[in-house]
């Protein structure tokens, strides 16, 4: 086909070039639209961490959000990973953090340590964390067993002042708590305190009967004699 200068010529190669160099601008503006729709949508996500962090957005408002951008981020599989590990991260934390508000509300030891004992049970492939959860419950424990010694006495102690119980009792209450704690300072405090409470209740004795014999000696109940026996 002759072109307006009364030539033929053949424009297939100019054409796909232009196409070419057509396609690869509409590329590359949707990389740079896909980038710039990346960028904002980091900015929202931390806009929500930022709000979360300042209290105002709530635990189940927030899991929520990290569960919705898991379904939006399925075109990106490393992405999408991001907030899957994210979701057990906050999961843990905020669980966390409510077993430890409800403890310190109730004293509940029984319902904390079961949530730490079940927790530490999931640690599969994590020995360090497993190790840390266990040491948190045998302090625990130790601090629950120390409360309990020390609440038992002093209910005993004040029922000693008013007359409705002994130093015998609290000597078998020590020993019935020795057995039943394993924390080896706080065995080593209840024996010490088992040893003076013996030592305590020895000597109370001999000082009534010293005191008891005064008085029948008083009385003329016994002689002199019988007295220094």
Do not use: C, H
């Amino acid at each position: 086909m002759p072109d307006r200068f009364g030539q033929g010529g053949d424009y297939s190669q100019t054409f796909a070039y232009l196409y070419d160099q057509n396609l690869n601008k509409l590329e590359a503006d949707a990389k740079d639209a896909d980038q710039q729709r990346e960028e904002d949508q980091a900015a929202k996500d931390q806009q929500v961490f930022d709000r979360y962090n300042a209290g105002k957005i709530s635990d189940d408002d927030l899991l929520a959000y990290i569960r919705r951008r898991i379904a939006e981020t399925g075109y990106d599989k490393t992405q999408q990973a991001n907030w899957k590990q994210a979701l057990l991260q906050y999961s843990e934390t905020i669980n966390d953090a409510k077993a430890l508000r409800e403890f310190e509300r109730t004293k509940d030891y029984a319902g904390y340590l079961s949530y730490l004992r079940a927790k530490a049970a999931g640690m599969k492939g994590n020995a360090a964390k497993k190790a840390e959860i266990e040491q948190q419950i045998q302090s625990l424990v130790t601090q629950r067993d120390q409360n309990s010694v020390a609440r038992g006495a002093d209910r005993i102690l004040l029922n000693i002042q008013r007359g409705k119980a002994t130093y015998d009792d609290l000597l078998d209450f020590y020993r019935d708590r020795l057995g039943n704690v394993s924390d080896p300072s706080l065995k080593q405090q209840i024996r010490g305190q088992i040893t003076d409470l013996t030592a305590k209740i020895r000597s109370d004795n001999l000082q009534n009967k010293v005191s008891g014999l005064g008085r029948q000696l008083a009385t003329r109940a016994i002689t002199p004699q019988q007295y220094g026996r």
